[in-house]
Structure formats: structure tokens, C-alpha cells
Nanobody, 124 residues
């Protein structure tokens, strides 16, 4: 069982930056690939970025490539999402997810654990 807790969301002006964190419980964090998703009201959950267990492999959605960076610190059981050049359309709830099957793609159904989310609001 893995518990995920996101933090770092908030209100930021367009063009600003935020860094989200997702802290995981348990002693096997490095066995899980980790990803970030977001969901705005009335929209489907959207994949943003994924990272392999050892942190070497990453993948990004085209919508955030070049602006967002995913990273992890296995010693701290934490995955991060650095978000730069934020836009009002980035406003959403942001969620981290863990997969025990080496998956770091866009299908939410293939993830085993989810956090409760943290809200990001970007003002224009």
C-alpha cells in the first residue's frame, strides 16, 4: 500500500512558477514509476509527465513540454513537478499517481495509487 500526499499548489500570476511535491509512504518508493496529472472542472484527467523508478526515464505531454519538469528524490520518497511560465489554462487540480508496473504513460486506469490533489490557480 502506498499513500501519496501532494503539496505546493496555490495562486500564482501568469508567467510565474510553482513547484509541486508528492510525498509517498512506504519503503519501496523506487519500485514505482510516478506521474503527474491534472483535471480542470468539466474536463477529463490529463497526463502531464511521468518518471521511471530510478529517475532516468521521463515522458511529457506536448502541452507542458519545455515548461514543466518532473523529478524525484528516492531518498526522500518524493516526486516533484517544477512548473514554469504558467498560463491561466494551467489552472486545475494536480494529482500524482504511482504505477507498480513500470508504466508512466497517459492512461489513468493503469495507475495503482493516487494522491488527493493540490489546486493550482493561475491568474491573468
Amino acid at each position: 500500500q502506498v499513500q501519496l500526499v501532494e503539496s505546493g499548489g496555490g495562486l500564482v500570476q501568469a508567467g510565474g512558477s510553482l513547484r509541486l511535491s508528492c510525498a509517498a509512504s512506504g519503503r519501496t518508493f523506487s519500485r514505482y514509476t510516478m506521474s503527474w496529472f491534472r483535471q480542470a472542472p468539466g474536463k477529463e484527467r490529463e497526463f502531464l509527465a511521468g518518471i521511471s523508478g530510478n529517475g532516468v526515464g521521463t515522458s511529457y505531454a506536448d502541452s507542458v513540454k519545455g515548461r514543466f519538469t518532473i523529478s524525484r528524490d528516492n531518498a526522500k520518497n518524493t516526486v516533484y513537478l517544477q512548473m514554469n511560465s504558467l498560463k491561466p489554462e494551467d489552472t486545475a487540480g494536480y494529482y500524482c499517481a504511482a504505477s507498480g508496473n513500470y508504466y508512466r504513460g497517459s492512461d489513468p486506469l493503469r495507475y495503482d495509487y493516487w494522491g488527493q490533489g493540490t489546486q493550482v490557480t493561475v491568474s491573468s
